[in-house]
C-alpha cells in the first residue's frame, strides 16, 4: 500500500507517494496558484494510487485543534486566496482516505526527527529561516502541541549597536522574524543568498540573531539535536557562524555532552530540502 | 495512609505529610544548614508517619536522567556544601521509601497544576523570581523534562536604553537573570520588595524585562496560564505591570482566548508561597 505525502507551500505543492521505508516512488511539483487549479493537480496526481493514509505538511497558520469545527483549515494567512480553507476536508473527502495534517515547519521536524536522523535524537529543535523564521519542536519523540500553533519565530531579539533598520514584522520591531528573516534580509540588501557569500557582516549579524532565538529555546527545551533549514540556510558560511555566536552567547554556562560537540548539536537538515516532504511521510507512516 | 512532601529550598526546607487530596495534616520548617544537621531533622520529622511515597522539590540543578547513575542527586550548585549530594537515595534509605523528586519550579509549576488550578489548564508555565529566575512548564498536564534540566531564566533580553547596569550573572551580560532577578535587584538598588512599592520606575524596568522571557516562552509553548511566583512577586504592583508590558511587546499579534484575557493569563500563584510544597505532595500522589 502506497502513502500519501504532501507539502504544500507558499510558492509549490510537492507530492509524493512513498512506501512506509520512505522510499518515494513517484513524486510531482506544482506551483501554488489558485485554490481549484493547485488542489485540482494535486487531486489528480494522488488519485490513481488509492492511498488510505495521506500526511501534509502546510503552511500556516492552521488550526490544530482536533476539537474544533475549525481542525485542519488554514487560518489567518497573508496568502489572501489560502485563507481559511477547508485543506483538510477537501482532501479527505476528494481522495477518500485519512488525512494526518499539521503545520510545514513541525512536519519538517518530524521529517528530520524519523527519517533524517532515524529517531536516533527524541529532542529536536527545527529552524526555518525562509520568507518568515518558524521552529518547529519534537519533544521525547513527539511533535510539541499545546491547544494552540507556536510562534516562536517573534521572538524579541537584542539588535547590533548600529543596526537601526526597520523590522518587516509589521507587529514586533524587534523580533527574530523581522530582522532576520530572508524577507527581512531581501528588504535590507536585495541580494540572492549567493550573494551573501562575500558579506561576512551580514551573515555574521544573521548569526547573531538567530543564535539568540536558538539560544533561548535551547534553555527551554535541552534538545538533543538544533537543525537550521529553509532558504537561508543554504548559505554554507551560515552555520558556522551562528554557532560562533551561540558559543558566545552561551559562555559556558549551559552545557551537556550533546550541547558541547557543537558542530554536531547546529547542523544543517539531514534531508535538505526535502525535510518537508518527508516529514509528511512520517505523519502518515505514524498516523499522527 | 499519609504522604510525604519536602520542599528543600536554599534558605529552609519545608516538610508536610499530606493526605492525597492536599490537605495538609502536620508540617514543619527547618533551616537550610549543614548537609547533617538539615537532613537529620527531616528524617525525624518524617520517620513517626511511615510514608510510602515522598514528594521532593529540591533546589537545583539536580540530575533527572533515570538512566543516570547521578539521578536525584544535586549536582554543581553554588551552595557549596551541598554539591553533588545524593539527597534522593539519602532519603529513600532512610525513610525506606518511594521518592519522586524535581527541580523546586518545576514542582512548584506541578503544585500550582495539579492542586492549585485543579488540573483544569493543562500548559501552564510557572516564573519564579527569587534570588535567581527559572521557568518550570506542564505541558498537556505533564512535566515538560527532555533529556536534561532547563535554564530558561538565561534568557537573552533586551535592555532598556539607559540601563547599563552590570548584570549579576557571570555567563551572560544581558540575561533575564543577570539583570531582573531578586539579586540583581538587591543589588542594584538595594531596597527591600515593600520599599519598592513606591518605585514605580524600578518595577516597570523590571516588568520590562520579566514580560521579554514571558513573551519568548509564551510563544513557544502558547500556555493557557502564566503565574509568577517567587519573592519578587510579593510586590503587588508589579504583575499588572508585566501585563501591560507584555501587552505592548506583543502588540497583537499572538492571540488566543486565554491570552487575550489577559488578567487571568498572567497571574499569581494561586497557592501562594506554598506551590512547592503543594508540588511535592503532588508528584508523590501521581508517582511522577
Redesign the interface.
Known sequence: MLIGALEAGGTKFKCAVAISSGEIMKSVVIKTTTIEETMQKVVNFFLPYHIEDLGVGCFGPISLDKKSKFYGQILDTPKEKWKYYDIYNYLKDKLNCNVYINTDVVTSAYGEYYFGFNSLY??ILYFTVGTGIG?G?I??GNV?Q???????G?????REKNDDYLST?E??D?CLEGLASGNSLDNRYNLTYEQLENREDILRQEAFYLA?GI???V??????KVIIGGGVSHQKKLIPFIREEFKK??????H?P?LDDINNFIVEPKLKDDSGLYGAIALAVKKL
Open positions: 527524541k529532542n521552529v519542536v519533544y521525547n510539541l499545546g491547544n494552540h500553533h507556536t510562534e516562536m517573534h521572538i524579541t531579539i537584542n514584522c507587529f514586533h524587534n539568540q539560544y533561548a529555546y534553555l527551554a527545551f535541552a534538545p538533543d552567547i552561551n559562555n559556558g554556562y549551559f551537556y550533546l
